[in-house]
C-alpha cells in the first residue's frame, strides 16, 4: 500500500466525511455512516449592537419578522450562493460543531457540498472558503442537479438520458445528464421564493392586505396548487390592512394561488422546454423513454407533476423523499469516492481552490 493510499485510509478512520447541501431555503447535513443528521432552515439572527449571533436554523426561523430593533434575522444565501460571507461561516461552523457532537473525530472533516449548476468561479470560491474557514479539512464542490440525480439513483455514469428538475428555495436547476457529467442545464431564480413573493404581491393587489414571508409560505404549503382540484380550498389569512393600518382577515382560496404564481410557472416551463429544445437528438430519446425526475421542495407543490406532463407530453415522476435528494446524492459520493473521484476532480478543474 502506498503512502499516499495509507494516509487517505487513516484520514476516513480518523474523520467525518460530511456531506452538506447548503440551500437558501434549508441547510442539510449527511454524515458517512450515520445518514441525515441535520435539516434546518438558513436563517441566523445578529444582534447589531454587539455584532453577536444569537440563534441559527430553526430557533432564528421563528425570529423572522418577529424581532425588536436591535436583532435582525437574515439568510445569508441568497439564490443559492454566499451573500453574507462571515454569517454563512458563523452557520457552518455551528451546523459542524453539532456533527462533531454527534460523532466526535481527531481530524478535521472533509465536505461535498451541493451547489447550483450555474453560478460563477467566485460564488463557489466563496462557499469552499467558508467551508474550510469553518472547520473542513477539504472542501469537494458538486453542483446541485448531479448530487440529486446521484441521491435518487439515476444511472448518472451510464451512457444514458436522464433529465431531473430542482425547485429549490432559491433556485430551480434543469438539467441534462449523460456519463457523469451534464450535457445540457439552465438555472434561473424562480423557485420557492419567488412563488412566495408572488403570493405576497397578490394578496397585497387583490385585497389590499399586507402579509409576510412565513404567512405566505405557509399559504403555499397547506392549499397551493397549480391544477384545480375537486373541490375548492380555502384558508384564513391575517395580515395589515393598507388602507387603515389595521388588522384584517380574508379567505384566499387555492385559485387565488394558482393565479398569483402563473407567470412565475409559466416562465419555469418555458425553460424547461428551451433545454428540451437544445438537448442532443440521442439523449432526448433517452429523456422521452425515461421520463423527467423532480427534487427540492418545489416538487410537492400540488398538481405539478400533471401541469408539467401535460405542457410537455413527457412521464414526470416525483423523486421519493424530493427535499433530501441533494445531501443523499453528497452522501452517497462519500461512501464511494473512488467511483465518483473523476467525477470531482472534474468540478475541481472547473471551480479550481482559490490561491
Known amino acids: 500500500m502506498s503512502f499516499r493510499s495509507y494516509r487517505e485510509r487513516l484520514y476516513r478512520l480518523l474523520s467525518n466525511d460530511i456531506g452538506i447541501d447548503l440551500g437558501t431555503a434549508n441547510t442539510l447535513l449527511t454524515v458517512r455512516g450515520f445518514g441525515v443528521v441535520i435539516n434546518e432552515p438558513s436563517v441566523v439572527a445578529l444582534n447589531e449592537k454587539t455584532g453577536q449571533v444569537v440563534a441559527i436554523g430553526s430557533e432564528a426561523k421563528q425570529m423572522l419578522g418577529r424581532t425588536p430593533a436591535h436583532i435582525t434575522a437574515v439568510r445569508p ?28 473525530k481527531l481530524i478535521r472533516p472533509r465536505l461535498v457540498v451541493g451547489v447550483p449548476s450555474g453560478i460563477t468561479n467566485v460564488e463557489t470560491r466563496a462557499v469552499r472558503d467558508a467551508a474550510i474557514n469553518a472547520g473542513a479539512r477539504e472542501v469537494y464542490i458538486m453542483e446541485e442537479p448531479m448530487a440529486a440525480a446521484i441521491g435518487v439513483g439515476l444511472p448518472v455514469r451510464d451512457p444514458i438520458g436522464t433529465m431531473i428538475i430542482d425547485i429549490g428555495g432559491g433556485t430551480t436547476d434543469i438539467a441534462v445528464i449523460s456519463l457523469g457529467g451534464i450535457v445540457r442545464s439552465k438555472n434561473l431564480h424562480i423557485a420557492g421564493d419567488r412563488f412566495n413573493e408572488d403570493i405576497i404581491a397578490y394578496i397585497r393587489n387583490e385585497f389590499k392586505i399586507l402579509i409576510g414571508d412565513r404567512t405566505a409560505e405557509n399559504i403555499k404549503i397547506v392549499i397551493g396548487s397549480v391544477v384545480p382540484g375537486e373541490a375548492p380550498v380555502e384558508a384564513e389569512v391575517r395580515g395589515r390592512d393598507l388602507v387603515t393600518g389595521l388588522p384584517r382577515e380574508v379567505i384566499i382560496t387555492d385559485s387565488d394561488i394558482r393565479e398569483a404564481i402563473s407567470s412565475s410557472l409559466a416562465t419555469l416551463i418555458e425553460s424547461v422546454k428551451e433545454v428540451l429544445e437544445s438537448t442532443p437528438p440521442e439523449v432526448l ?19 405539478l407533476a400533471d401541469l408539467l406532463n401535460e405542457e ?44
Open 77 to 104: 444565501l441568497i439564490d443559492g450562493v454566499v451573500s453574507n460571507f462571515e454569517v454563512t461561516e458563523e452557520m457552518l461552523s455551528y451546523f459542524l460543531n453539532r456533527v462533531q457532537k454527534l460523532s466526535p
Open 285 to 303: 430519446s433517452d429523456v422521452m423513454a425515461r421520463g423527467i425526475v423532480l427534487v427540492g421542495g418545489g416538487a410537492v407543490i400540488s398538481g
Open 312 to 355: 410537455l407530453s413527457l412521464p414526470i415522476h416525483v423523486a421519493h423523499d424530493p427535499m433530501t435528494a441533494v445531501v443523499r446524492g453528497t452522501g452517497i459520493v462519500l461512501e464511494d469516492m473512488d467511483t465518483y473521484q473523476e467525477m470531482l476532480l472534474a468540478q475541481e478543474e472547473a471551480f479550481p481552490p482559490t490561491e
